[in-house]
C-alpha cells in the first residue's frame, strides 16, 4: 500500500538520487541511510507494520538508481539485517535500524576519507594528471596532497553532456599547488600524451569491469594506446565480487538536446563500461590493487 511509504525525506532523497543531484555515490549512500532515519519518528502499531514499511521504502530508495552499487549495498544491508533479526517490538526494530544506519555511514564515509588519504600518499609530486567527471575521492586526496606540498597540471574533462567537470576544475583551481585547465571531452586524445597518470573515481567496478561516467572508457582506451597508466580511488566497497548486477541509467533526451527531434532519436547513458585490464591500479581504503 502507498500508504505504507512516508512521503517526507525519503521522498525528498528519491527524487534527489533520480535527478543526480549528488555526483558522488558514497554521498548518495549516505544520504539514502540517512532518509531511513525519518521512519524512526513515526508511530506503528506493530513490529510487522514496521518492517513491512522498512523494506518498502528501502525499495524506493534503492529503484530511484540501480547503478549506484554504494547505494544498493547500503539499503540492503540496513534493511536485511533489521528484518533478519527479528526485533521483539517496535523500539527495538527503531534502535536496531539506528544502529545499523550509523555504522553503514561510518564505514561508508571513513572508507572514502582513506581511499582519499591513500590516494594523495599515492600522487607523485610534479606531475601531469587528467582527471574526468567529478569525483570527490579524486577532489579530496588532490587537496590532501597539495597541503602536503605537492604541485600538479591538472586537465579537467567537461563530462558531458551535464558539464560535471566544470565544478571539479572549479574547485580544483582554488587550491595551492595545483594548475588546472578544462577540456572537452573529446580533446582527452589530444593533451594525454603530455600527461604522467590518468586519475578518476569510481562508482563501483563489477568483477573485472569498471562503470564510471560516460566518457571513462574512452579516454582509458586512448590511455593505454598511448602508454599512459589509468589509475582508480575509490572505496573498496565500491569492489563488488557478486550479488550486484550493474544497470545503467538513460538520462532525458534535453541534456543531449534542447531543440525538437524529428526523424532521429537521441540516447544519453550515464555510464559506460572500461575492462580493468586497462587499468594500472585501484587505491581504496585497504591500499592498492594491481591490475
Known sequence: MLSEIHWGMIDET?????????HSSSVVAVNAARALEELLEREFTTVEEYVRTLERNGTALRRANPSHASLQNAIREIVG??????????????????????????????????????????????????????????????ERATAAGKTFELYVTEARPRYIGR????ALSELDGVEATLI???????YLEECD??????????????YNRVGTYPIA?????VGVPVTVFGSASKLITDGFVFEN?????SEVMREPTEGFAIENPAYDATPVSMLECVVTDDGVLEF
Open 221 to 225: 582506451a586512448t590511455a593505454s594506446q
Open 184 to 190: 572537452t571531452d573529446s580533446a582527452h586524445g589530444v
Open 167 to 170: 565544478r571539479m576544475v572549479r
Open 249 to 253: 541509467e538513460y538520462r532525458v533526451e
Open 14 to 22: 528519491v527524487a534527489e538520487i533520480k535527478a543526480m543531484q549528488s
Open 81 to 142: 539485517d533489521v528484518t533478519a533479526a527479528a526485533p521483539a517490538d517496535v523500539p527495538a526494530a527503531k534502535r536496531l535500524t539506528q544502529e545499523r544506519i550509523d555504522a553503514v555511514v561510518s564505514r561508508v564515509e571513513s572508507g572514502k576519507q582513506l581511499a582519499a588519504t591513500n590516494g594523495a600518499e599515492f600522487l607523485v609530486d610534479g606531475t601531469t594528471v587528467l582527471t574526468h567527471d567529478y569525483s570527490t575521492t579524486v577532489l579530496e586526496a588532490l
Open 197 to 210: 597518470r590518468v586519475v578518476i573515481g569510481m562508482d563501483c567496478i563489477v568483477e573485472q569491469t569498471l
